[in-house]
C-alpha cells in the first residue's frame, strides 16, 4: 500500500524545495545578527543538505551491483528497505529535535532549516517505493 505514489513525490520534493529556498533566503534577509558571509553559507548548506539527503536516498535503489544474482538481490533489497525505513524514522526525529531544540532554547532560527529532515524523508520513501515496485 502507497500513501504516496512518484509524480506525488516529485511534487512535495518541489514544494518543498521551494520553501526551503525562501526560509533560506528569509535567513539571509532578516537575521542580522550573524556575517553576511555566514548567514550565506547558511543558505547554500541548507539547500544543499535538502538535495543532497533526497538525490542520495532516491538513487540507492538504482544500482545495478545488488542485480548480479538472487542472493544479492534479496538481501541487498532487505538492507535497502532497512536502510529506507531508517531514513524515514530519522526524518521525524530530526523534525522532533529542531522544534523541541527551538522551543526549549528559544533559538527559533533553528527553524529556518526545518524543510532538510522533509528531504531526508521524501528520498527515503521515494527508495522505499521503488523498491517495492521492482
Request: neutral net charge; charged residues 15%.
Amino acid at each position: 500500500m502507497e500513501i504516496f505514489n512518484q509524480t506525488d513525490i516529485k511534487k512535495y520534493y518541489q514544494i518543498f524545495g521551494y520553501a526551503n529556498l525562501i526560509f533560506s533566503i528569509l535567513l539571509v534577509i532578516f537575521i542580522t545578527d550573524i556575517d553576511f558571509k555566514e548567514r550565506i553559507f547558511a543558505l547554500i548548506s541548507i539547500n544543499v543538505g535538502f538535495h543532497m539527503l533526497y538525490w542520495f536516498f532516491s538513487s540507492l535503489s538504482k544500482d545495478s551491483t545488488r542485480m548480479n544474482n538472487s542472493f544479492n538481490k534479496i538481501m541487498g533489497t532487505g538492507m535497502l528497505k532497512i536502510f529506507a525505513v531508517f531514513g524515514i524514522i530519522c526524518s521525524f526525529t530530526i523534525v522532533y529535535f529542531f522544534i523541541t531544540k527551538a522551543i526549549s532554547e528559544k533559538e527559533y532560527v533553528g527553524l529556518f532549516g526545518i524543510c532538510i529532515p522533509f528531504g531526508l524523508f521524501l528520498g527515503a520513501y521515494k527508495l522505499w517505493t521503488d523498491l517495492n515496485n521492482e
